[in-house]
Nanobody
Framework: QVQLVESGGGLVQAGGSLRLSCAAS????????MAWLRQAPGKEREPVAA????????YYVNSVKGRFTISRDNAKNTVYLQMNSLKPEDTAVYYC????????????????WGQGAQVTVSS
């Protein structure tokens, strides 16, 4: 079991930056693929970025490549999402999730979820 708590969401103007953090409980954090997923109003939840357990392999959805960076600190049981050049279409609730699959996992593959953090980008 792992419990996840997100922080760092908020309101930002288009072109701005935010960094989301996700703190995990438990001693098995390094055993999980970690990911950020988002859900915008009226849309399905989608994986945004993921990072592998140990070798740093990452995945990004095309719409955020070059703007978002996922990273993890296994010593601190924390995963981050640095979001730059934010656009209004990035507005969503962002969820941290943990799973045992590859970085290309689908939404259904993630077993543990945080409560979500609202990110709002104004135009």
């Amino acid at each position: 079991q792992v419990q996840l708590v997100e922080s760092g969401g908020g309101l930002v103007q288009a072109g701005g930056s935010l960094r989301l953090s996700c703190a995990a409980s438990g001693r098995t954090f390094s055993s999980y693929t970690m990911a950020w997923l988002r859900q915008a109003p009226g849309k399905e939840r989608e994986p945004v970025a993921a990072i592998s357990r140990r070798d740093g392999t990452t995945y990004y959805v095309n719409s955020v490549k070059g703007r978002f960076t996922i990273s993890r600190d296994n010593a601190k049981n924390t995963v981050y999402l640095q979001m730059n050049s934010l656009k209004p279409e990035d507005t969503a609730v962002y969820y941290c999730a943990a799973g045992t699959g590859p970085v290309e996992s689908t939404v259904e593959d993630y077993a543990f979820w945080g409560q979500g953090a609202q990110v709002t980008v104004s135009s």
